[in-house]
């Protein structure tokens, strides 16, 4: 028993140390890439003066360690900060500067955020990864059933012509076919269900080669194994040995490939997908914000709460407008 949660406590260790050197590498490669978010949250003709004080403000002019340990410790409280550019209502607010000072509460919550675009991409993966099984399990259960024979060379062609797809190109293909040509589907943005199904479909194609050749591969090697022939020997049917154990044997491995491989190309999918279809999901935000310069959704970086005092200072030291008065 003290093995195991010695073994069980040194894995978490272990898996830890990764996830921090790599958001480590991600934190550093967002600030040091070129483009600065401070003209884009305060527009381009904020003087220089007031850029600058307003980066130190909201720590963005500190030493990347620094920063660093302030996102992990934030990261460990739940603190997720507010966005540079978008506002309350979610849409862009970039260059929102003017003789008032700028405002960080006009700018909206990250957790806000993430929990408007979750459920959308939830739902986008779970009907990818319900098309992406009707289209493997049958093939890929054929296939490793009849192993050297016509469904095994299908299978194999199948999954070979799918992985070869690009998805960008597959989307582009969908788009045209099911949406423009035929108006079956709807494809761009997110108006209902409906328009959750072409990207679906495309994730699906992208993970099916995957699956299809682990399906066949698991129940002809159960196939092969001793216990398979030992069962015939005993008395029950082919159908039997295979519905009571291969399919359980071999689903074992599925699922170490799902945990370990699938979800990461599950993910990436998503991000691909997303933005093909302009899809509302965790992929479109996270590269929008990308794109934006927006730190706190891809990595919070600093409150904004604690950046209230350059309002003050950007009030003192932007341009005046002229009075009016006679």
Not at 297 to 323: L, N, V
């Amino acid at each position: 028993m003290a093995f195991a949660i010695e073994f069980f406590l040194r894995r978490i260790g272990q898996g830890l140390v990764i996830v921090l050197l790599v958001a480590f590498v991600i934190f550093t490669l967002l600030r040091i890439v070129p483009g600065d978010p401070i003209r884009i949250i305060l527009g381009p003709m904020t003087p220089a003066s007031v850029l600058e004080e307003t980066a130190r403000n909201l720590g963005l002019r500190d030493p990347i360690l620094v920063q660093f340990g302030r996102f992990v410790t934030q990261v460990a409280s739940g603190d997720l900060g507010r966005s540079f550019i978008r506002g309350v209502q979610g849409g862009s607010t970039g260059g929102s500067q003017d003789s008032a000072g700028f405002d960080p509460e006009s700018r909206a919550s990250v957790a806000e955020l993430i929990g408007t675009a979750l459920p959308y991409s939830l739902q986008l993966a779970a009907l990818g990864i319900a098309f992406t099984l009707l289209v493997s399990v049958p093939i890929g259960l054929a296939a490793g059933l009849r192993s050297g024979h016509w469904p095994d060379r299908l299978g194999l062609y199948v999954s070979s012509f799918l992985v070869s797809l690009p998805n960008i190109w597959v989307g582009v293909v969908l788009i045209f076919l099911l949406s423009a040509k035929t108006g079956l589907l709807p494809a761009i943005g997110y108006k209902g269900f409906a328009y959750t199904i072409i990207p679906a479909m495309v994730l699906a194609i992208e993970l099916s080669p995957v699956l299809i050749r682990a399906i066949s591969v698991s129940v002809a090697a159960n196939l092969g194994e001793t216990y398979f022939d030992v069962g015939l020997v005993r008395g029950l049917s082919r159908r039997a040995m295979i519905a009571k154990h291969v399919l359980r044997n071999a689903a074992v491995p599925l699922l170490n490939l799902f945990g370990a491989q699938m979800i990461g190309m599950l993910l990436g999918g998503l991000f691909v997908v997303e933005y093909i279809f302009s899809y509302p999901g965790l992929g479109m935000l996270t590269i929008n914000a990308v794109f934006q310069r927006d730190f706190p959704i891809i990595q919070p970086s600093r409150s904004w709460p604690a950046a209230r005092s350059s309002q003050s200072t950007c009030s003192s030291t932007s341009p005046r407008r002229p009075s009016t008065a006679a």
